[in-house]
Every structure is written in structure tokens, then in C-alpha cells.
């Protein structure tokens, strides 16, 4: 069974930067299979819907909903079955957990505070 682990979150002050990681763990090849394909951030907000935060495919395309769109930025290192995000000029409505997916695979997540 592959497991997703996010961290990096915190508590920053609006303009600060953050970057979160995901790290996939479990058999090697389920691991894998899962890290290379189509990954994604989300995040929820206290009293909100899940929504998508970012996507990098498997050949390497990225997506973003606009509400970060050059502001995040979302990586992959194969070499070390992590995804990353980089969030930059972090605004008070970043403030969320973030969560990371592969397949039908979901981090526990990580907690992101943006003070003003």
C-alpha cells in the first residue's frame, strides 16, 4: 500500500513564501507507478469544499487554479518520489490545508496559516 506524506506547512506572514513536499513510500513499484502519474495538491479551508490547488501530469505538464496561478508552483523529483509546492507571495486566503493525491491515494495533510 503506498503512502502519501505531506509536509512543510506553517505559519507565515502574507507575501512569505512556503514550500510543501510529498513523500511517497510503500512497495517499490506501486510507489512508482503512483508518483509518476498525474499527482495533485488540494486544499480545504475551514468551512469550504476540497478544491484543486495544482497538477503536474505525468509527462510533466502543470495546471493551476487561478487563484494561484503565478504565485505556486508544483515540481516532481522521480528520484525522490516527492512532489513539491512552491507557494510564493502567500496571501491570508491560502490559509488551508494542504493535501496531496496520486491515483486514489491522499495525504493526511499539512496545515498552511497566512497571517496578515
Known amino acids: 500500500q503506498v503512502h502519501l506524506v505531506e509536509s512543510g506547512g506553517g505559519l507565515v506572514q502574507a507575501g512569505g513564501s512556503l514550500r510543501l513536499a510529498c513523500a511517497a513510500s510503500?512497495?517499490?513499484?506501486?510507489?512508482?507507478?503512483?508518483?509518476?502519474?498525474?499527482m495533485g495538491w488540494y486544499r480545504q479551508a475551514p468551512g469550504k469544499q476540497r478544491e484543486l490547488v495544482a497538477t503536474?501530469?505525468?509527462?510533466?505538464?502543470?495546471n493551476y487554479t487561478g487563484s494561484v496561478e503565478g504565485r505556486f508552483t508544483i515540481s516532481r523529483d522521480n528520484t525522490k518520489n516527492t512532489v513539491y509546492l512552491q507557494m510564493n507571495s502567500l496571501k491570508p486566503e491560502d490559509t488551508a490545508v494542504y493535501y496531496c493525491?496520486?491515483?486514489?491515494?491522499w495525504g493526511k495533510g499539512t496545515p498552511v496559516t497566512v497571517s496578515s
Open positions: 493525491n496520486g491515483g486514489n491515494v
Open positions: 510503500g512497495p517499490i513499484i506501486d510507489t512508482i507507478i503512483v508518483i509518476t502519474n498525474t
Open positions: 503536474i501530469a505525468r509527462g510533466g505538464s502543470t
